[in-house]
């Protein structure tokens, strides 16, 4: 059973902190990993992609990539109220066949002023 | 605009009746996928299609059916036979070989 887990929350941090989201995976073959962000009642929305071992820079989003101890987590500098919302992490496992994902069930992150 | 829609958007269904939920894509987009969300579960793969005329089964098939009639269009039927449907359904497509899947805006079924 190919697993992708992640700490449910809520995660509260104070507005202008450093949010770190982990995710660790079961599937050691999985090739290509993704962070979406879903806000209340929202579909889910594609923040980063992260193919590599190593980090991955976009504005005030980091994806960090350790395929060795399989996981991947996402920073988030600088958070913001608007930051508030469920974070996905999504793996497609090497086995999985050809653009399959498997979704955690997401951790809730809680900005406040 | 490009884009994936989805509708309706809210749609409510009596016991024992066959819905059905459109999802269509203007991305040019190859693969399409529908999935099912519950309140506080991630995201269960229902039906997946690579290109037209061919779909396969995810991880919760039973009392869902798809057609891919259309590279743009990708509808699921939520038949009587699925025991409880009442969930958040979204639609998302990729091009190629691309994992970055994209989502449609979603369709929230309640069953009465």
């Known amino acids: 059973q190919k697993e992708v887990e992640q700490n449910s929350g809520p995660l509260s941090v104070p507005e202008g902190a450093i949010a770190s989201l982990n995710c660790t995976y079961s599937?050691?073959?999985?090739?290509?990993f993704f962070w979406y962000r879903q806000y209340s009642g929202k579909s889910p929305e594609l923040i980063m992609s992260?193919?590599?071992?190593g980090d991955k820079e976009d504005g005030r989003f980091t994806a960090q990539l350790n395929k060795a101890s399989q996981y991947v987590s996402l920073l988030i500098r600088d958070s913001q109220p608007s930051d508030s919302a469920t974070y996905l992490c999504a793996v497609n496992p090497f086995s999985g066949g050809y653009n399959k994902l498997i979704f955690g069930a997401g951790t809730r992150l809680a900005v406040h002023p | 605009d490009g884009g994936i829609t989805q509708s309706p958007k809210y749609l409510f269904r009596k016991e024992g009746q066959n819905v059905t939920l459109s999802c269509e894509q203007n991305?040019?987009?190859?693969?399409m996928y529908w999935y099912r969300q519950d309140p506080g579960q991630g995201l269960r793969l229902i039906y997946y299609s690579q290109i037209v005329n061919d779909f396969q089964k995810g991880d919760i098939a039973e009392g869902y059916s798809v057609s891919r009639e259309k590279k743009e269009s990708f509808p699921l039927t939520v038949t009587s036979a699925q025991k409880n449907p009442t969930a958040f359904y979204l639609c998302a497509s990729t091009f190629g070989g691309n994992n970055e899947q994209f989502f449609g805006p979603g369709t929230r079924l309640t069953v009465l």
């Open positions: 992260i193919y590599s071992n």
């Open positions: 599937d050691r073959g999985s090739q290509s």
């Open positions: 991305l040019n987009h190859d693969a």
